[in-house]
């Protein structure tokens, strides 16, 4: 007989949680539970102060005023997983003697609902200055405020890597994940960006074009971007030279315009792996255009994410190497907090 897996014995641990909690419990367990046939009389090893285990989640007594970190530390193996408890437990009470649920597997990938499916959003800046006067300018106290507001709004802040592992549908990501990028290699985002990302615990994400690394006072330098890089930061291609990739130049015949697209796109990442002994993945085209023709190229060459400055999220199911992302441009924070989409309504019922 078909069986939801619960031995009886397990059943009978509930009894010791809170009336008062048990009601969130189980609405955070509807979503993580599964039916399938079990034989009844398997049963299943509880850790200490576990009130009840499947092999989808885990219902626990915390012992202490555990974090989210180290409870994800502890059951799914890595602190970044903290927020599939955080969100498995909305509004929890972290307290010795509660009782909250640990999902042990992912069971959305893809971050699709009956309402919708999840987006990411990009955040593109260039440089950054006490004061500016330039749109591609963002001044400091500005970008302090808008990280301040991604950190006290529950924002999570995610790697390439991550994203990539959704995109791919390997691993799902937080509800409301944000990749930030900079373009370029202005040495602002080594002086002013980064002091205020590393306060915040967030990454980053820097694209730069090689030609201008180190040639000047403004422009940032390979140990800087080393020091970055050993910091959690990513460092990813704007190409050579940051030249159009779409079109052929004055005079320059096919084979030529062919050539100089394939020494923009693969030579950059040549340059930057032996300079920061990498393998880099992540290609942000100049000016955000792109055709069929780079797109071949930067796989051919290895990236396994490339990005325009075409606005809107990106969802699991776009390509990874024509991604959106919106430019911070204008000097206000209502401008950025509508950037920061990170669902798509549309009613799949």
């Not at 002013?192 to 590393?198: G, V």
């Not at 006072?217 to 990513?234: H, P, S, V």
């Amino acid at each position: 007989m078909c069986r939801h897996g619960i031995a009886q014995t397990q059943v009978d641990h509930l009894s010791e949680i809170p009336k008062f909690l048990l009601a969130s419990i189980v609405i955070a367990m509807s979503s993580l539970v599964s039916y399938s046939c079990t034989p009844t009389s398997k049963v299943i090893q509880l850790p200490e102060k576990s009130l009840f285990r499947s092999e989808h989640y885990i219902v626990y007594g915390l012992r202490d005023n555990e974090t989210p970190g180290e409870l994800a530390e502890k059951f799914l193996g890595a602190r970044n997983k903290s927020w599939m408890i955080e969100e498995a437990n909305p509004g929890a009470d972290f307290s010795k003697g509660n009782a909250i649920v640990i999902p042990l597997k992912e069971n959305n990938k893809g971050g699709l609902s009956a309402e919708g499916f999840q987006t990411i959003p990009i955040l593109a800046y260039h440089r950054f200055a006490e004061d500016c006067n330039s749109t591609l300018c963002v001044p400091k106290r500005l970008f302090e405020l808008q990280m301040r507001y991604l950190k006290e709004n529950g924002y999570h802040v995610i790697t390439p890597e991550e994203l990539l592992a959704f995109l791919e549908y390997r691993h799902g990501l937080p509800k409301k994940s944000v990749l930030i990028t900079m373009d370029d290699g202005y040495r602002s985002a080594y002086d002013i960006a980064y002091p205020i990302l590393k306060e915040y615990g967030f990454p980053a994400t820097l694209c730069i074009y090689t030609s201008f690394v180190g040639v000047s006072k403004i422009a940032i330098t390979w140990d800087q971007l080393r020091e970055m890089k050993a910091n959690g930061f990513t460092i990813g291609s704007h190409t050579v030279s940051h030249s159009d990739l779409t079109r052929p130049k004055e005079g320059e015949t096919e084979p030529e315009f062919i050539a100089r697209i394939e020494e923009e796109i693969q030579g950059s990442k040549k340059i930057i792996d032996k300079k920061l002994g990498q393998d880099t993945c992540i290609l942000a085209y100049p000016y955000g255009y792109y055709d069929q023709r780079s797109i071949n190229v930067a796989r051919q060459a290895g990236y396994k994410i490339a990005m325009s400055v075409r606005r809107g999220g990106n969802a699991f199911f776009g390509n990874p190497l024509s991604l959106r992302r919106d430019q911070i441009l204008e000097g206000d924070i209502e401008t950025f907090l509508s950037r920061l989409k990170t669902f798509n309504n549309l009613s799949l019922k």
